[in-house]
């Protein structure tokens, strides 16, 4: 069975770090790109980013709103996806999902749309 | 950015019924769009992709059709299970940017 387990949330101060996990199983984890999705208190959804495969180069990209803040990486010798959240903001508060994330190739496009959510951890900025 | 909006933001219907719920794109991102359902308290769960496509295990009660800036989801016969939150997302550019969301509840 294909499985996302996130880990790492909790109260932490603002200003302060924050490391989450995503660890996979069920699936050749180094196969996939990997992404977070947050979900603010009583909010719709907001994509925060992702991880390309080792195949298509690691790479990453992020929302404005997380772009130099957050760090997103991946161990695949783990099957572990992580989300490094520093210089926390009250508005940072939310619940995070890791999902999978699955590649459609076009020509020399590549677009990734998820499948797999896992279930989610709250993360809380406050004093 | 691509903005991305719902319409209608909420609706009530009744067991049975056949439901539409509409998705546009600031611009146009071919069929680069998926569906999500989203029940209280839960995870999102993932129903459709490349606008019309079933994810695994989805039913085919749901359907999504649409291309460029303007799309559908339609739950042809709305069951209990089916009370939720659906939410569009485009993945043609960065960000991935959600809809807001269109909240299903009972009549």
């Known amino acids: 069975e294909v499985q996302l387990v996130e880990s790492g949330g909790g109260l932490v101060q603002p200003g302060r770090s924050l490391r989450l996990s995503c660890t996979a199983s069920g699936f050749t984890f180094g196969d996939y790109a990997m992404s977070w999705v947050r979900q603010a208190p009583g909010k719709g959804l907001e994509w925060v980013g992702f991880i390309r495969s080792k195949a298509y180069g690691g790479t990453t990209e992020y929302a404005a709103s997380v772009k130099g803040r957050f760090t997103i990486s991946r161990d695949d010798s783990k099957s572990i996806a992580y989300l490094q959240m520093n210089s926390l903001k009250t508005e940072d508060t939310a619940v995070y999902y890791c999902t999978r994330a699955l590649v459609t190739a076009i020509l020399y496009y590549y677009y990734y749309y998820m499948d797999v959510w896992g279930k989610g951890t709250t993360v809380t900025v406050s004093s | 950015d691509i903005q991305m909006t719902q319409s209608p933001s909420s609706l009530s219907a009744s067991v049975g019924d056949r439901v539409t719920i509409t998705c546009r794109a600031s611009?146009?991102?071919?069929?680069?769009l998926a569906w999500f359902q989203q029940k209280p308290g839960k995870a999102p769960k993932s129903l459709i992709y490349a606008a019309s496509s079933l994810q695994s295990g989805v039913p085919s009660k749901f359907s999504g059709s649409g291309s460029g800036t303007d799309f559908t989801l339609t739950i042809s016969s709305l069951q209990p299970e089916d009370f939720a939150t659906y939410y569009c997302q485009q993945y043609n550019s960065y960000p991935h940017t959600f809809g807001p969301g269109t909240k299903v509840d009972i009549k």
């Open positions: 611009q146009g991102i071919s069929n680069y």
